[in-house]
């Protein structure tokens, strides 16, 4: 367990200073770009180093000092019933001749300090392999002080690449895949319209093994709702056993106005679990998900306790943490309401 040692007082002062995790953060405030318009490029980034588009762009808490590149707009699938991140942005992808003049332009500037690459935006995985493969070796080129490569990636982009084609991208230094599985449970993937099931993430999670590519997963506590909340829990940490990733991310889904999910709760067609249900969830997780070595975080803004641990050395530690929350119940021992965010 890495510096909080369990007290969740400490811990959270812990999460809010290092905020890393699995989760996806905003990075840049909107721009004002109209709906189902492709957002107009700009050179300059907030911080006046990365290289990106008008409009929000996310990047998982641990990708904050990689270079961000932008080789696609939005997300391709951008249909998940709890997701409002792409919504106003229309999939397209990049045309090759910007990334690559990115690619020179950040090569004349300083190495970020992390030395790695982001590839942006929701799902970059899903370039095609020729196109993809070129934007790996001008990196190569240009940026010979890279030393990895990651972007998001989904159940659809990871098994559109055969293992060949997987390997070929980890030959050129692409090493991980942030991935949101959100539940092991089909009934629960189902009904966020996820777009993938729970064979779909065991195949995709073998594949990524067989090429040498790092799996970072997210997942959703309480998006199985109230009834479905047991059930997500232990289909969840099946799951994470089967896969077995190294990085596993547990967010708390929390309704963004406008969604689908939102919707649902509105019409009283889902509960959203209260902050001791969600902990019992997580619970769940790390009482049963076998890993054989996992950094485990629930430190991202959402969670009610936020915890950071290697599993399964922490395991006892993290559930007499989470085991002491329950039993005493008491809201102070939580992330307050007000420092909970997306
Ligand atoms: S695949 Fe990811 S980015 Fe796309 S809609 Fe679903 S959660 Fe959002």
Same mark, same amino acid.
């Given at each position: 367990m890495a510096g909080c040692a369990f007290d969740p007082k400490r811990a959270i002062v812990y999460a809010r200073r290092c905020r890393r995790s699995c989760g996806r953060m905003p990075i840049a405030p909107t721009a004002g770009q109209e709906s189902s318009v492709?957002?107009?490029?700009?050179?300059?980034?907030?911080?006046?180093?990365?290289?990106?588009?008008?409009?929000?762009v996310y990047r998982p808490p641990s990708e904050a000092e990689s270079l961000l590149l932008q080789v696609s707009v939005g997300c391709s699938h951008n249909r998940c019933s709890y997701c409002a991140m792409?919504?106003?942005?229309?999939?397209?992808?990049?045309p090759e001749a910007e990334v690559m003049a990115l690619i020179d332009a950040y090569a004349e500037g300083p190495p970020p300090p992390s030395r790695r690459v982001f590839l942006c935006d929701g799902d970059a995985l899903i370039l095609p392999q020729p196109k993809l493969l070129a934007i790996l070796q001008r990196i190569r080129q240009r940026l010979p002080w890279v030393q990895r490569v990651s972007s998001y990636g989904d159940c659809r982009s990871i098994l559109r690449k055969t293992a060949t084609e997987l390997k070929e991208l980890a030959a050129l230094g692409y090493g991980l895949v942030y991935h949101g599985v959100e539940t092991g449970d089909d009934l629960a993937m189902a009904a966020i319209v996820k777009g993938a099931n729970r064979a779909q993430v065991i195949e995709a999670a073998d594949r990524l093994r067989d090429a040498g590519i790092g799996h970072s997963v997210i997942v959703l506590l309480g998006i199985g709702g109230v009834e479905?909340?047991?059930?997500?829990? =232990?289909?969840?940490?099946?799951?994470?056993?089967?896969?077995?990733?190294?990085?596993?991310?547990?967010?708390?889904?929390?309704?963004?106005?406008?969604?689908?999910?939102?919707?649902?709760?509105?019409?009283?067609?889902f509960a959203l679990p209260d902050a001791w249900q969600t902990l019992e969830e997580l619970r769940t997780l790390v009482a049963e998900a076998?890993?054989?070595?996992?950094?485990?975080?629930?430190?991202?803004?959402?969670?009610?306790?936020?915890? =950071?641990?290697?599993?399964?050395?922490?395991?006892?530690?993290?559930?007499?943490?989470?085991?002491?929350?329950?039993?005493?119940?008491?809201p102070a021992s939580l992330r307050p309401s007000w420092a909970r965010g997306l």
């Open positions: 492709p957002a107009p490029f700009v050179t300059t980034g907030p911080d006046g180093r990365t290289l990106q588009p008008g409009g929000q792409y919504s106003e942005k229309r999939f397209a992808l990049r479905g909340s047991e059930r997500h829990a =232990r289909e969840t940490a099946s799951l994470l056993t089967r896969i077995d990733p190294q990085w596993v991310g547990a967010l708390t889904v929390t309704p963004v106005p406008g969604t689908p999910l939102w919707q649902a709760q509105q019409n009283g067609e076998q890993f054989s070595a996992c950094r485990f975080s629930s430190n991202h803004a959402s969670n009610y306790l936020p915890l =950071r641990a290697d599993l399964p050395r922490d395991r006892e530690l993290m559930l007499r943490v989470i085991d002491r929350a329950l039993a005493e119940r008491n």
